[in-house]
C-alpha cells in the first residue's frame, strides 16, 4: 500500500503515570528494533520461512458455514501450523453437544497450537455495569482458550455505542484491567485496532493505549487491511519489538474501492492486492519479530469455495509472500 496509508495522520502502577517519551517506548519492549536494523536481511533469509507459524482465521471460511470441529480439520489437511478460532463457533459447537476435550484432542492430534481467538467482550465501553458484564464475558473467554491450548486472544475496541466518547487514557486503565484478569487465566490480551474506529482506529492509538496500561504483557495485534483502513504506516512495525508484535493478521486490499469506502469483505489473498506485504514482512524480521501469520479474510468469493481449497489457496499466497520477502538479493 504505498499510498496515503503510509504517512501516518497528524493525528507500574494500578494507574498509569505519566513518563517520558523513551521511558514509554522502553517500557513496552518498543525500542528493541533499534539494535537490530543494521544486522542484515540476506543473513536471515535462509531459515526465515520456518521461522513464521502459519495459521488459519476462522473468518476466512465462516461462510462455508462449518462447525468448530471441521474448521479444525479443514486448518490440518491444508497445511497450516495453527489455529485462530472465534467463541461464537467454539460455544455454537458445544450447545449442540460438542465438547472443549473433543475439540482440544483435534488440535493436538493434528499438531496445531492455538495462537489467538476471536471474540467481542465489552472491555472497553464507559457504563461501569456493561464493563463489568464484558470483563466476565472475556473471563469465560479467556477459560474456553485455555482449555483448549491457546495463551491469546484478541482485544478489539468493541461494545462502544455510536457517539460515545472513550478516551485513550480510560482505554489503556481498562485494558490494564483486561491484561490482570489475563494474568490470572493465564490468557495474554492483545489490544487490537479496527481501521478508521472512532475509539482505537490507527495503530497510533493501539500503541499508546497498549503503552499507557504500563504492564510488561501489553502487546499489539496488527492487521494489513485494518492499518490501512485507518491511515497508518506500515513502517511503525519499526518501533516495535518481538514482545509486541506476537501475532498479525495477514491479508490484502485492492485499489478500488478507495480506502474511504473500503470494507472488510473487500480483503483479498495475500499478495493479490496492493498492500506492501514484502516490506511489512521484512520490517518484523527487521526487528527480530516473528509473529503467527493469521490469513483473516472475509471475502463472499472466497466463501464460495470449498473450505479446503479456500484455506490451501490462502496459506500458498501467504509462504509465497514470505519466500519473497526473505529472498536473498
Not at 160 to 166: L, N, R
Request: glycine share 10%; with cysteine; charged share 25%.
Amino acid at each position: 500500500m504505498q499510498n496515503s496509508a503510509d504517512v501516518s495522520p497528524n493525528d507500574e502502577s494500578k494507574q498509569p503515570v505519566a513518563i517520558g517519551r523513551r521511558g514509554l517506548l522502553a517500557s513496552a519492549g518498543l525500542l528493541a528494533g533499534a539494535t537490530t536494523l543494521g544486522s542484515g536481511l540476506a543473513a536471515e533469509a535462509p531459515s526465515a520461512v520456518k521461522r513464521f507459524k502459519f495459521c488459519l482465521n476462522m473468518s476466512t471460511i465462516r461462510g462455508q458455514e462449518l462447525d468448530a470441529a471441521e474448521e479444525i480439520e479443514v486448518a490440518a489437511k491444508a497445511g497450516y501450523d495453527a489455529i485462530e478460532p472465534w467463541y461464537r463457533k467454539i460455544y455454537e459447537y458445544v450447545e449442540k453437544g460438542g465438547s472443549l476435550k473433543d475439540l482440544k484432542k483435534r488440535i493436538d492430534d493434528h499438531g496445531l497450537t492455538v495462537e489467538s481467538a476471536i471474540g467481542f467482550a465489552p472491555w472497553i465501553v464507559n457504563d461501569d455495569d456493561a464493563r463489568a458484564k464484558g470483563l466476565e464475558e472475556a473471563k469465560k473467554d479467556m477459560d474456553t482458550i485455555s482449555q483448549l491450548g491457546g495463551i491469546r486472544m484478541a482485544a478489539p475496541p468493541a461494545g462502544v455505542s455510536k457517539g460515545e466518547i472513550v478516551s485513550l487514557d480510560d482505554a489503556a486503565d481498562r485494558y490494564r484491567a483486561l491484561l490482570e484478569l489475563g494474568d490470572r487465566m493465564g490468557v495474554v490480551p492483545q489490544v487490537e485496532m479496527w481501521g478508521g474506529n472512532p475509539t482505537i482506529g490507527t495503530m497510533e492509538k493501539a500503541l499508546y493505549v497498549a503503552i499507557r496500561s504500563g504492564h510488561p504483557k501489553a502487546c499489539f495485534l496488527g492487521d494489513v487491511y485494518h492499518t490501512y483502513k485507518g491511515g497508518s504506516s506500515f513502517d511503525s512495525i519499526l518501533l516495535l519489538g518481538p514482545r509486541a508484535i506476537q501475532h498479525y493478521h495477514m491479508n490484502d486490499y485492492p485499489a478500488d474501492p478507495p480506502r474511504e469506502t473500503i470494507k472488510d469483505e473487500h480483503r483479498v489473498f495475500t499478495g493479490d492486492g496492493i498492500a506492501p506485504i514484502t516490506r511489512i514482512l521484512r520490517n518484523f524480521m527487521a526487528v527480530g519479530a516473528w509473529p503467527s501469520l493469521s490469513l483473516e479474510l472475509f471475502n463472499k468469493t472466497y466463501w464460495a469455495m470449498p473450505a479446503l481449497e479456500c484455506a490451501k489457496v490462502g496459506l500458498e499466497k501467504m509462504k509465497a509472500s514470505v519466500e519473497a520477502a526473505t529472498a536473498r538479493a
